[in-house]
């Protein structure tokens, strides 16, 4: 966890949730995960109950876990290509990109991103 001006990224894993496999005779096979986790990204405003904007990275079965990567791709995805938390109704809206569309506000979470993975080694 670390902050950003008004902003607290909070990154947790979750179980990965299997794909529908196959229907064999009308019955649907779940595929297994694999012991498989996605890194989740969630920024808050102080002020709110629940994450505004929300990321996800999957870990595809072939990749090697590599956690700064699926960190940066879930806050990559959190900020542009994620879904906000509507606060009324604490629905999904999709696509919602108007938060971080002005480039200082980007280039100050990606700063604070890279001081907070550098002070893991210390």
Same mark, same amino acid.
């Given at each position: 966890?670390?902050?950003? =001006?008004?902003?607290?990224?909070?990154?947790?894993?979750?179980?990965?949730?299997?794909? %529908?496999?196959?229907?064999?005779? =009308?019955?649907?096979?779940?595929?297994?995960?694999? =012991?498989?986790?996605?890194?989740?990204?969630?920024?808050?405003?102080?002020?709110?109950?629940?994450?505004?904007?929300?990321?996800?990275?999957? %870990?595809?079965?072939?990749?090697?876990?590599?956690?700064?990567?699926?960190?940066?791709?879930?806050?990559?995805?959190?900020?542009?290509?994620?879904?906000?938390?509507?606060?009324?109704?604490?629905?999904?809206?999709?696509?919602?990109? %108007?938060?971080?569309?002005?480039?200082?506000?980007?280039?100050?979470?990606?700063?604070?991103?890279?001081?907070?993975?550098?002070?893991?080694?210390?």
């Amino acid at each position: 966890m670390f902050t950003a =001006g008004k902003y607290k990224i909070v990154f947790r894993r979750r179980w990965h949730q299997p794909r %529908l496999y196959t229907e064999i005779d =009308g019955l649907c096979f779940m595929k297994d995960n694999n =012991g498989r986790y996605d890194t989740v990204c969630e920024i808050w405003i102080s002020d709110l109950e629940v994450p505004r904007f929300k990321g996800v990275a999957k %870990l595809h079965p072939n990749d090697k876990l590599d956690k700064v990567l699926g960190k940066k791709i879930a806050l990559q995805k959190a900020m542009i290509t994620g879904y906000r938390i509507d606060i009324i109704s604490k629905q999904k809206v999709p696509k919602y990109k %108007l938060e971080f569309c002005i480039k200082s506000k980007r280039i100050e979470m990606w700063q604070a991103f890279w001081v907070w993975v550098k002070s893991w080694n210390e």
